[in-house]
């Protein structure tokens, strides 16, 4: 983990650390024109500023300079390999135990890279420790034939600015017996994202236009579902949505119903799941009844998994709140379907009709989240055509005739370079936002219900609809993103 800089503390009265891409900072030094213009320097080299109520902020440095005083060796190492992948920008660590083979891969600006090699009983010994003496869960004894869930919430075993972490676990089946995944998701709290909706989509990389759309949706009545991959930012989206909403509308309620809460939102009744029960789509249901009688004037529903929470939902979204979830599902358009199929089988009174009118089903986005190029390394591609390795892959050749396909101009096409200090070696720097935003009207809903597909997507396209590939194309042409990261993430592009 990057020292926090003492000489940054001197200067600003120990109320502002630098650590690694963040400069923590309390609200105190807000209009201190010395910190004003060092901070402006810092987020012109790819800084984060992260602001802290000076309470908060006390709060931070404690844990900051708590020693680490871990209760047996194994514990010491998790701790610090915690420390590591949030050092490095990680949101994701993958321990994956095969035989004698262990392997931690972690996941930076949504691509997951191998990361380290150990023995694979070792592995385990440290699986083990973390779940049974770092986590809270439902069952205390590690059991690798069984999938299990936990959480570290305890501060001291977890980097600064992670308020928890989730611990999730799934026994595999291998040729030569059996072996563990074990994934841990980092939890922030940071907000890196302040003020109006507006403010905070334009600094989380989201595009006008979708911008535009977006403020649009959060003033309809209705659904609006978000779908994308694990890790493609939709809980974040739905977050600062409702955050913004919140504090643009004091005099209204608003609740949020998760399992569990994974941020804590500011002005938001978070509303608990109970965990006692053993059908999860019940107890979700239960929980969005409840909050419904709790009466919200919007409501939040973390993810539609089950058929009972989409039923719920759609409850709630008759009765005239504007409901923001998540739903998996592979494109906006898409989106529909998956909740009709979910509607059916918890057997819905005609769902087809109530998905038809666009005041309850009312808006439709999908996500993703694509690397962006180091601006200080990256490789024009006739810079990478020099290299006799590039001119003599064949996969990279083939990938560069579908490029040309889809209309990309090649000459402005940029490749990942060697990794520069600005990128810590790793020759990404931030995210791109691919971002589908429907807002359905009658005319649409009517396509979709037909399930006709074409006529759905052209008209989509008429109000607006740019698919995720076709950004990422843009994105590419504009030589932000590596087109083998973007076929990595979305798929290769059609060679028509
Ligand atoms: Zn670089």
């Not at 563990?180 to 990389?205: E, H, N």
């Not at 989106?335 to 009118?357: E, G, H, M, Y």
């Amino acid at each position: 983990m990057p020292s926090p800089s003492p000489e940054l503390s001197e200067r600003f009265d120990g109320r502002s650390v630098l650590l690694g891409e963040e400069l923590h900072a309390s609200t105190e030094l807000r209009g201190n024109i010395h910190f004003e213009a060092f901070a402006s320097l810092k987020t012109r080299q790819g800084c984060h500023i992260i602001w802290h109520k000076p309470a908060d902020f006390d709060h931070f440095l404690l844990n900051l300079d708590a020693p680490v005083s871990p209760a047996n060796p194994v514990q010491g190492q998790a701790i610090a390999m915690l420390r590591e992948a949030f050092a490095g920008g990680a949101s994701d660590i993958h321990m994956t135990c095969l035989a004698t083979h262990g392997n931690i891969a972690l996941r930076r600006m949504g691509m997951l890279e191998s990361w380290r090699d150990m023995g694979g009983s070792a592995l385990m010994t440290l699986m083990r420790a973390i779940y049974q003496s770092m986590t809270e869960a439902g069952s205390p004894r590690f059991d690798p034939l069984t999938r299990q869930e936990g959480r570290i919430v305890n501060r001291k075993f977890l980097p600064p600015t992670v308020h928890s972490a989730r611990v999730h676990t799934e026994p595999l089946q291998t040729a030569n017996g059996q072996g563990l995944l074990m994934t841990i998701r980092l939890l922030y709290d940071t907000v890196k994202a302040q003020g109006s909706l507006k403010d905070r989509l334009t600094s989380l990389g989201y595009a006008q236009k979708h911008i535009q759309s977006l403020i649009k949706l959060s003033h309809s009545p209705g659904l609006t579902l978000v779908a994308g991959p694990t890790g493609s930012g939709k809980t974040t989206l739905l977050r600062h949505v409702f955050e913004a909403l919140a504090l643009e509308m004091p005099d209204r309620s608003f609740l949020s119903i998760e399992d569990p809460p994974e941020y804590p939102m500011q002005r938001i009744a978070q509303v608990l799941v109970d965990t006692s029960l053993d059908n999860r789509g019940a107890a979700y249901s239960a929980a969005i009844a409840g909050a419904l009688r709790a009466d919200p004037d919007y409501l939040m529903i973390g993810e539609i998994r089950h058929p009972e929470a989409s039923s719920a939902a759609l409850d709630a979204a008759l009765t005239g709140h504007p409901v923001w979830s998540s739903i998996h599902a592979a494109s906006a358009l898409g989106i529909f379907q998956r909740l009709l199929s979910l509607l059916c089988v918890a057997k819905f009174a005609d769902p087809l009709t109530n998905l038809q009118d666009p005041a309850v089903l009312s808006g439709l986005v999908y996500q993703r989240l694509l690397p962006k190029l180091c601006p200080h390394c990256s490789l024009k591609l006739a810079q990478a055509l020099q290299d006799s390795t590039y001119r003599s892959d064949t996969s990279f050749l083939d990938m560069l005739k579908r490029l040309k396909a889809q209309g990309v101009e090649l000459t402005s096409v940029c490749v990942r370079g060697n990794g520069c200090e600005q990128c810590k070696g790793t020759g990404r720097i931030g995210l791109l936002v691919a971002c589908e935003v429907v807002a359905c009207d009658a005319q649409l809903l009517g396509y979709l219900a037909n399930r006709d597909q074409e006529q759905s997507l052209s008209y989509a396209r008429s109000l607006g609809l740019e698919t995720t590939a076709q950004q990422a194309l843009d994105f590419i042409g504009q030589g932000h993103l590596d087109p083998r990261d973007a076929e990595n993430c979305l798929g290769y592009f059609p060679e028509r």
